[in-house]
């Protein structure tokens, strides 16, 4: 018998600086850091054939001309909350188990001299984040 597994694939875009210095495997303290909760809706793109990394979805690219086209698409499309499971959140993804992509624009300010975070409180299964377009973390 084959168990399939979840994959969540996080996505993350526009302005953070993250320092070139390696973390911790565990930070500590997470609550007690000044900190800035990305919590909230999250645009989301079922992936059905899992072909979004081969099509870069990560790149959120947008047609530049008239000829071109993309599959994909995070603009106007599917929202879920975040923190939570997609099974519960729409009656058409309750037995899913394939791949999601999720995206969340937001600034930050570039901090000189101090190394910053993205922490995930819970991940099922396997997460892949990006960041600008660039792969940050598996």
Not at 6 to 30: D, E, P, R
Not at 84 to 96: A, C, R, V
Not at 108 to 116: F, G, I, N, V
């Amino acid at each position: 018998m084959q168990i399939r597994k979840k994959t969540i694939v996080c996505m993350l875009l526009f302005i953070l600086f993250v320092g070139n210095a390696v973390a911790q495997n565990l930070i500590t303290n997470v609550y007690g850091r000044d900190i800035r909760s990305l919590n909230g809706k999250w645009n989301a793109i079922i992936d059905l054939y899992d072909q979004g990394r081969g099509m870069k979805v990560y790149r959120n690219q947008g047609p530049k001309g008239n000829t071109d086209f993309y599959e994909y698409s995070f603009q106007g499309g599917l929202r879920l909350n975040v923190p939570g499971d997609w099974n519960s959140q729409t009656p058409e993804l309750k037995f899913y188990e394939g791949t999601v992509w999720y995206a969340r624009h937001f600034d930050a300010k570039r901090l000189t001299h101090k190394r910053q975070f993205l922490y995930f409180g819970a991940v099922s299964y396997r997460c892949r984040v990006y960041l600008n377009g660039a792969e940050i973390g598996p």
